[in-house]
């Protein structure tokens, strides 16, 4: 992860372990996947050119829902980060948290 990116990610890294005890990651596709044994990943992150983008696999259901989504997205929500935001840690510690307690995505 280059540049402002790198310390993103090892914020939200950090966030995430605080947020899940136990949690178990991967790496696939170059993303970090983040998961509860025997619930599925409920979490991952992606590097993209201008911005990192947080997507929960089932965020349609988190309360409020991230905000990214299309009409092919299904359950799945999303969070854009770019440089400069400002990362609502509150806000993303519930998300973690209520995505943790859900069955999640199981490849």
Sequence with gaps: M???KSALGKRL??????AVPGVRKAVKWNSPFYGVQGQGWFLSFHVLTRYVKVTFF??????PPPPGATERSGESRWIDLHEGDRLDEAQMTA???QAAARPGWVP
């Design 95 to 97: 998300w973690v948290k």
């Design 58 to 63: 089932k965020g349609a259901a988190l309360q």
């Design 2 to 4: 280059p540049g402002w």
């Design 13 to 18: 890294d950090a966030l995430i372990v605080k």
